[in-house]
């Protein structure tokens, strides 16, 4: 199992952008990666998917289509997030994941064994 290193987040407000980095500290080019996220009291929830290739195919869920941007660059150990028009209810800390079946990532991301720290995301009014 790698280990993942998300940074990216901050403080924005209404409207900004953010490109959030995953890096890994091995090849992730045998695993599907995701996004996740916390909002506070909450459960993680999903946010988006890759497959396993730099260019791969990718699934939102409904509340961040059109919004958020999922990529990966294998060769860099690396995977991004870009969110778009942020606004303040994407509010959370955001986290990635990774598994060897694009189906866990989807539908069995809570039982996945290892997370990172994730990165905070502030979006302010």
């Known amino acids: 199992q790698v280990q993942l290193v998300e940074s990216g987040g901050g403080s924005v407000q209404t409207g900004g952008s953010l490109t959030l980095s995953c890096v890994a500290s091995?090849?992730?080019?045998?695993?599907?990666a995701g996004w996740f996220r916390q909002f506070p009291g909450k459960e993680r929830e999903f946010v988006a998917s890759i497959s396993r290739y730099s260019g791969g195919s990718t699934y939102y869920a409904d509340s961040v289509k059109g919004r958020f941007t999922v990529s990966r660059f294998n060769a860099k150990n690396t995977m991004y997030l870009q969110i778009n028009n942020l606004r303040p209810e994407a509010t959370a800390v955001y986290y990635c994941?990774?598994?060897?079946?694009?189906?866990?990532?989807?539908?069995?991301?809570?039982?996945?064994?290892?997370w990172g720290l994730g990165t905070q995301v502030t979006v302010s009014s």
């Open positions: 091995g090849a992730i080019d045998a695993y599907a």
């Open positions: 994941n990774t598994d060897p079946n694009l189906h866990n990532i989807i539908e069995e991301f809570r039982s996945l064994p290892s």
